[in-house]
């Protein structure tokens, strides 16, 4: 029987999540014998071969080819997991959002002080993303099936949560490695 | 005038001895008099009082009758409970808005009137209703709303609207309302006859100790809703260390359908004040205090005349009707338009000038209560209830109602029935007699308990009124088949939304979120795994809420939830692809197209 096949995706996050996730160290040998790696940065695919057992998603929505990845995600995988604190909550890029959107804009593109910009626009070059009114965490987007909190979640969550789900057995959570203080 | 501000303000803190404890006497004098509370007047306040500036702003900014910002010579405060937009109070808006050229929330540019919404002020059996100021206008159409603002600006004042006054005290010139009493069923013991004097007599031919035990004897519970034995109240009360105790009384009554206090304070105010009296005796305490909601100030004058008629009497001050030592008094500390204030550790709050934020218990009001003392708080129904049981004795008391809820309790009926009003029944009185006697044939779901209790369907009308069974602080809102029992759960979602003090996240946040997802199943956007949401968040708001706000906010939807099942079910659908139907591409990017300059490509269509 073919290997069940995962997928990983960093959306508006910082790649902590998947450096945590390098953080398994010599267990991502034996993680290569249980998965093959599908659409992922890890290996570079950029578009999905085929359905995907599960699929890890870090950082939330704030622009539209963010919005249009996870649903690329949600179409092409059983399971979809919400990694680290941005998927789940918006994170750090979330602070923007109890500021008015132009207000972020003008200060980042016309009025900082350290802004050269002689065009006086906003950016709009259809290579870059629309950004969105706020930041949005994944399961306001899509169904997420669950949720794997930290910033980052530690390796040993990742490792025992994927392990378990691929094994189809109870998670074996250790206090030390949901606590976060 | 700057000079002007700084005298009279400087003047109404020296009338309340300079005390930072009367904080909420000083500033609602102060907003009654310059329409604000303005930045040099709290500055001129935390200077005479000895405080910070930051204390009188934390009250300023807490209370919705006191303002920094002006307010006009006319605050128009229209009345937006569910019962009130039953009975048609946008008409009632817009006729307003018409005729003043103003929003809700503004006011107009001469400084004259301002126009604001207001959650329950007490009148749900005449509604829809307003505060024009202090007086309360009632039964209001759009026609009426046009008269009031052509009066008001005719002839300056807001006593010319009241033309057609209430019945019985609603009539006494101190009162001058229009608000009728609607008093549908008169009971022994609330609304019966007392001379004034009589249960005080009887009290104090007995000691302190049997007062108590009479009042155990009788099983009587607290009307507020929670119904705690008050016997047990005032024993605690009296065991407490500390010779100076303090009787409150919580006159707040701002569960939205709930206006039974309104007419004992109207019709028995005597029996009331008897019972406070009682209390004072039985606990030992000087001090009582009627903490009257700020909606109810129409009715201050009238009731510091019966005070005073009382200290005539010897019924109240030094050595009452002769009992060496038995010195009582009782004050009325107004509030100023806060629901929270109903919780007796916010009430307490509330008349130590303070915010009304709630406190920690313990220590509970009966060991460290009012500026600290042992404190007995209790609701307005409860005194008279006490009042009755000295005068007519315990055992006559307990024969009445059922075994755990001895006694009758008042009602306020309101919603779809051809007979709203207030109702003094026995308790065990079942859901369906009671809703017979308000001629409400066609009632689909009634929230018993007001927003904070719960909605019930026919399928509990067969249930009982008593605290065993379907209890209630009194307020009873029926609803027949036209009204939809998540629009009812959404009303009150808003306003616990609004009544939170925010001091504590699962009530602040909680409820927001909530009332959200109630939104989005309203509009056909919800899954059935929402349904599941909605419990266990309304579990974890309720069970880990400060206070009892908090702790009985989420019952709306919990209740709805459990009793009209099929309601929300007819609105859910299964999410199959696992998109999101709350959430909207096109709104989302809308302000990022119009600023970036271009159209989505991804999303184009």
């Not at chain 1, 092409?76 to 750090?92: F, Q």
């Not at chain 2, 005080?200 to 929670?226: F, N, P, W």
């Not at chain 2, 209740?559 to 199959?576: H, P, W």
């Not at chain 2, 959430?583 to 989302?588: E, R």
Request: with cysteine; hydrophobic share 35%.
């Amino acid at each position: 029987m073919a290997k069940p096949k995962i997928a990983t995706a960093s959306l508006a996050g910082c790649f902590g999540c998947h450096m945590s996730l390098l953080d398994i160290d010599d267990r991502i040998l034996k993680l290569v014998e249980l998965v093959d790696f599908d659409k992922s940065p890890v290996d570079d695919i950029k578009k999905f071969t085929g359905r995907c057992a599960v699929g890890l998603i870090e950082g939330g929505c704030c622009n539209e080819e963010n919005v249009h990845n996870l649903q690329y995600f949600r179409e092409n995988c059983d399971i979809l997991i919400s990694v680290g604190e941005c998927a789940i909550m918006g994170g750090i890029p979330a602070m923007r959002n109890n500021i008015p959107l132009k207000e972020c804009l003008d200060e980042a593109y016309l009025n900082g002080p350290t802004v050269y910009n002689p065009s006086g626009k906003i950016p709009g070059d259809k290579e870059l993303p629309l950004i969105l009114d706020r930041v949005y965490p994944c399961h306001e987007v899509v169904k997420m099936d669950y949720h794997l909190p930290g910033c980052p979640p530690p390796a040993d969550l990742l490792w025992q949560a994927l392990v378990a789900l691929l094994e189809n057995k109870p998670m074996d959570l250790p206090y030390e490695v949901i606590k976060y203080d | 005038m700057a000079e002007n501000l700084e005298t009279a303000v400087k003047q109404i803190c020296r009338k309340n001895g300079n005390d930072r404890t009367r904080m909420m006497d000083i500033v609602r004098e102060v907003q009654d008099r310059f329409g604000q509370v303005s930045s040099q007047a709290m500055n001129t306040i935390a200077r005479a009082v000895n405080s910070h500036r930051v204390e009188v702003e934390s009250v300023v900014s807490f209370y919705s009758f006191l303002s920094e910002e002006p307010k006009g010579k006319f605050v128009i405060r229209l009345c937006n409970d569910i019962i009130d937009k039953m009975q048609g109070v946008e008409k009632v808006a817009e006729a307003f808005r018409e005729e003043l050229g103003i929003d809700f929330g503004e006011s107009t540019s001469d400084g004259k009137f301002t126009l604001e919404w207001t959650p329950c002020i007490g009148m749900c059996d005449q509604a829809p209703a307003a505060l024009v100021n202090n007086k309360v206008v009632t039964r209001l159409s759009s026609d009426s709303a046009r008269e009031i603002v052509k009066s008001l600006k005719q002839n300056g004042d807001e006593d010319h609207l009241m033309h057609m006054l209430g019945d019985g005290n609603n009539a006494d010139p101190l009162v001058n309302s229009m608000v009728n009493n609607n008093i549908r069923e008169r009971g022994p013991v609330v609304f019966a006859d007392l001379e004034p004097g009589t249960a005080i007599h009887k009290a104090l031919s007995m000691s302190a100790v049997e007062v108590i035990k009479d009042v155990k004897t009788a099983r009587l519970r607290g009307r507020g809703g929670a119904g705690f034995p008050t016997g047990m109240k005032w024993e605690f009360t009296r065991a407490a260390s500390g010779s100076d105790k303090v009787v409150i009384c919580n006159a707040d009554e701002g569960e939205p359908g709930t206006f039974k206090d309104r007419t004992i304070l109207t019709e028995k105010p005597d029996l009331l004040f008897e019972g406070m009296t009682i209390a004072g005796y039985a606990i030992g305490a000087r001090t009582g205090v009627l903490y009257l909601r700020g909606e109810y100030a129409y009715l201050r004058p009238f009731l510091e005349r019966i005070l005073a008629q009382r200290r005539n009497k010897n019924l109240l001050g030094m050595s009452i009707l002769g009992k060496a030592g038995f010195d009582f008094d009782i004050r009325i500390q107004m509030g100023a338009g806060a629901y929270v204030c109903g919780e007796e550790t916010a009430l307490i709050s509330s008349c130590e000038g303070l915010r009304g934020d709630p406190k920690n218990r313990p220590p509970f009001p009966a060991q460290k209560g009012y500026l600290t003392l042992p404190t007995s708080v209790n609701n307005v129904e409860t005194f008279c209830c006490v009042a009755r049981i000295l005068d007519k004795g315990a055992g006559w008391f307990a024969e009445m109602g059922s075994a755990g809820s001895t006694g009758t309790k008042l009602l306020s009926i309101s919603g779809d029935c051809t007979r709203p009003g207030v109702y003094e029944l026995e308790f065990g009185i079942t859901v369906s007699e009671m809703l017979e006697k308000a001629g409400a044939e066609n009632a689909y779901a009634v929230q018993v308990g007001g927003p904070s209790g719960q909605l019930i369907g026919e399928a509990d009308f067969h249930r009982k009124i008593c605290y065993d069974d379907v209890a209630t602080g009194g307020a009873v809102m029926i609803f027949n088949r036209d009204r939809n029992p998540l629009e009812i759960a959404h009303e009150f979602m808003e306003f616990f939304c609004e009544e939170s003090c925010g001091y504590c996240t699962p009530c602040r946040v909680g409820n927001e979120l909530l009332k959200q997802r109630l939104e989005a199943i309203i509009a056909g956007k919800g899954t059935p795994e929402d349904l599941d949401y909605l419990e266990q968040l309304g579990k974890t708001v309720a069970v880990a809420s400060r206070c009892g706000l908090g702790q009985t906010s989420s019952n709306p939807v919990r209740t709805s939830l459990k009793n009209f099942r099929g309601e929300y079910e007819k609105l859910v659908r299964e999410n199959s692809d696992g998109m999101q139907r709350t959430f909207d591409i096109h709104k989302a990017l809308a302000a990022g197209e119009d600023l970036q300059g271009r159209k989505s490509v991804i999303y184009a269509d």
